[in-house]
Structure formats: structure tokens, C-alpha cells
């Protein structure tokens, strides 16, 4: 009996977090359906998921925000910059091809304990409002009180100021940030945990149909990233590139795509795309920058989870969202992604931050980060396959955009 508690302890560390979720999830269930009256009570184990990512979502954004912007490259050269543009715009376009679906396919999921939950805005003048207030927060009060937008602003104000500062003083700020990633780390292997306890309780309450929810969410989540993997990102390439895109846009999904679903880690495939960069006989000045910045701010499938889980949450509370309002969280769902956390499930911890665009309570707002986590190994799988495969995509239309631009110049 000594023996056994350390041994599952390990199993929880070191085990698969997906096969842990999917184990969970299928847990969860069995006991929501046969044993309703007792799931009800392990709703507290999702509860307690959930209060520990409220803790470290906000100190999480503030440090990532501030040590990217401290860090980042200065010294890239002038081709570097049209594949930085690709990043940016093929991120805003996955964005707004989210709202547009989820206006279409209006979803709304079922939580817990959402009366007076939220504060609606009156609409696009008024969200600029509260945006512009909550900007010139304290950071100390923007921090206890979870004011994402505040935070954000602090930590760019932050970052910009310690891009002047010595290599030792970035040297800190990186190693906080990878500090702070490690305990993100620890509250995310909980994730089984609260998994169980939040599909038990969603179970016990709403029966299936809450379960079912989760399926058209999902389903809204991946049609958008096909989509834009074979429809919007192509398009993005013939502009720069003037051919077929297709044979290019399948090799970068077969080669890069496929290896990034079942890692679930842009920075763990880093290696494949460069490799696949040197297949293509790419310019090695511009993809030995581009590949690893792209895993940082190439995030087209975070931009997507963050904006079609924030409509999902404003539909579940009826709030009205207007156009002006709808291009304004396409933005900031693009700052968002460009700033996500590397760690499976990090663009999840950045959707409380666009919440915050329509008043939406943060304990609502981690719930529906937690219901992100349900749906996570798929979603999660999905994400990284479009980001990663899109690094190479990019990278390559920037390369003979540079290489055509040159040849008209001579």
C-alpha cells in the first residue's frame, strides 16, 4: 500500500495528458448517467480545476506578454518581414473567419451557475469605453481583479521598456516566464481531474444534451480550421506567389501538419519544418527565423479557439454582439494567439482576456477554458497541425515572393 501511492502519482505526472483527458471524460460520463445524485457533488473537483487556472491565468499573461516582447528579435533583416506579415494577416483572417462561422452556427454550451454573470455592453462604443478605462488600470489592481485588458497593456508597457535594458535583466524575464510556464504546467495536469468532476456535474444536471453542446462546439472549432487550412491560407499564398498553391499547401500538411497533430506542440515540431524548409531549398537566412518565431506567433488555430469559444460563452448568456464589436475581438483574439503560452492548452488560458471585451464574469469565462479542455484532444490536436503546417506555408510563399521581387529589381 506504501508502494501504490507514490507509483500513481507518477502515473498522474508522467502519463499522457490526452489519454488521462479521454479516460476522464469517458469516467465522467459513465458515473453523470448511472449515478446522477453523486456526480452532482463531484462538481467541486471541476470547481477546484477551475480556481486554479483563475490563480495563474493572469500572472501567466502578464509575464508571457512581457518577456516576448523583451526578447524578440531586433536584428531579423528586411525578407523577414513579409513572412512576419503573412504571420499577422493569415492570424486576423483566421479570426474573422471564426466570427463569421460562429454567427452562422450560433453555439451556446452548458455551464453552471451564469445568472448575473455578465454585464453586457451597450455596443461598440461603449466596449471602446470600458476598453480605454480598463487600459490606465493599476497593474497591481488589473492583476487581483483579473482585468485582462489592463494586464495586457502593463505587460506591452513592460516589454517595450525592457527591450533597453541589459542581456542579464532579459536573461531574468525569460526565465521567469519559463518559471511561471512550469507551474502553468502543474495546474494543467489536473486537467483529468477537473475533466471528470466538470462532465460528471454537466452530466448530472443537463443530461446529454449538455454533453452534445460540446459536439457542434467542437465541430464549429474544427470546419473552421479546414477551412482555413484549405481555402483561406491558399488564397493567402497564390496573392504572394501567383501559382497553384495546392501542391504545396498538401505537403506542408502531409509532412509538417500530420507530425504536429500527434505532438501537440509547435515547438516540439520545429525541427520537421525546418528539415521540410531545407527539402524545398528555402533560403536558410529567412526560415532559420521564421520556423521558430512562427511556432511563437503564427497561431491562425489559437486565434480560432479563442474567438468561437468567446461567441460560444457570449451566445450561452445571451449577449448581443454587434459587427463593430465582432471585428474588435478579431483583433484582439489575434494579439492574443500571437501571445499564446507553448504548453498544450495554452491558447485556452488567454480566452478570460477577450471575454472581458463583453463583461463576462471570469469565473464563466475559466469555465469555459475548462469546457476547452474537454474538448481539448481533439481541438488542441487540430490547432497545432494548422499553426505548424502554416510556418512552412508561409515561410515558402514569402521566399519566392522575395526571390520574384528581386528578379524585377535585376
Known amino acids: 500500500m506504501k508502494r501504490t501511492l507514490p507509483f500513481l502519482l507518477s502515473l498522474v505526472r508522467q502519463g499522457s495528458l490526452v489519454k488521462q483527458i479521454i479516460v476522464a471524460l469517458i ?17 467541486v473537483l471541476g470547481s477546484f480545476f477551475v480556481s486554479a487556472l483563475k490563480a495563474v491565468a493572469p500572472v501567466l499573461v502578464f509575464v508571457l506578454v512581457a518577456a516576448s516582447i523583451a526578447n524578440q528579435d531586433t536584428g531579423s533583416g528586411g525578407k523577414i518581414k513579409s513572412v512576419l506579415f503573412l504571420y499577422i494577416l493569415g492570424t486576423f483572417s483566421a479570426a474573422l473567419v471564426a466570427v463569421i462561422a460562429s454567427f ?53 508597457s513592460l516589454g517595450i521598456a525592457l527591450r533597453h535594458s541589459s542581456d542579464e535583466t532579459k536573461k531574468i524575464v525569460a526565465d521567469l516566464c519559463n518559471s511561471v510556464e512550469y507551474i502553468v504546467r502543474l495546474v494543467i495536469r489536473l486537467a483529468p481531474i477537473g475533466v471528470f468532476g466538470l462532465v460528471a456535474g454537466v452530466i448530472a444536471t443537463t443530461g446529454l444534451e449538455g454533453m452534445l453542446s460540446y459536439v457542434k462546439l467542437l465541430v464549429v472549432l474544427i470546419g473552421c480550421m479546414i477551412f482555413i487550412a484549405l481555402v483561406v491560407n491558399p488564397l493567402l499564398v497564390w496573392f504572394y506567389t501567383r501559382k497553384n498553391p495546392f501542391p504545396l499547401v498538401w505537403m506542408c500538411l502531409r509532412e509538417s501538419g500530420v507530425t504536429a497533430f500527434f505532438t501537440r506542440s509547435s515547438a516540439a515540431n520545429i525541427p520537421v519544418n525546418m528539415n521540410l524548409c531545407r527539402k524545398l531549398n528555402l533560403d536558410e537566412n529567412v526560415y532559420a527565423i521564421s520556423i521558430p518565431v512562427g511556432a511563437t506567433i503564427n497561431m491562425a488555430g489559437a486565434a480560432v479557439t479563442i474567438t468561437v469559444l468567446t461567441l460560444a460563452a457570449a451566445t450561452t448568456l445571451n449577449v448581443h454582439v454587434d459587427i463593430g464589436t465582432a471585428l474588435l475581438l478579431s483583433l484582439v483574439a489575434t494579439v492574443c494567439a500571437c501571445g499564446a503560452s507553448g504548453v498544450p492548452g495554452g491558447s485556452l488560458l488567454l480566452i478570460p482576456l477577450a471575454c472581458g471585451l463583453f463583461g463576462i464574469e471570469q469565473n464563466v469565462a475559466m469555465q469555459v477554458v475548462a ?25 515558402a510563399a514569402a521566399c519566392e515572393y522575395n526571390q520574384r521581387k528581386e528578379a524585377s529589381v535585376h
Open 27 to 43: 469516467l465522467g460520463i459513465a458515473v453523470g448517467v448511472l449515478w446522477p445524485s453523486g456526480a452532482s457533488s463531484l462538481e
Open 104 to 156: 452562422m452556427f450560433p453555439t451556446p454550451i452548458a455551464l453552471v451557475e451564469v445568472k448575473d454573470a455578465v454585464t453586457a455592453p451597450g455596443g461598440i462604443t461603449e466596449v471602446i469605453r470600458n476598453l480605454v478605462f480598463n487600459l490606465v488600470d493599476n497593474p497591481v489592481k488589473a492583476l487581483a481583479n483579473a482585468n485582462y485588458i489592463g494586464i495586457l497593456a502593463w505587460a506591452v
Open 371 to 395: 469546457v476547452g479542455f474537454v474538448i481539448g484532444v481533439l481541438q488542441d490536436s487540430a490547432e497545432t497541425a494548422l499553426n505548424s503546417s502554416t510556418d512552412v506555408l508561409f515561410t
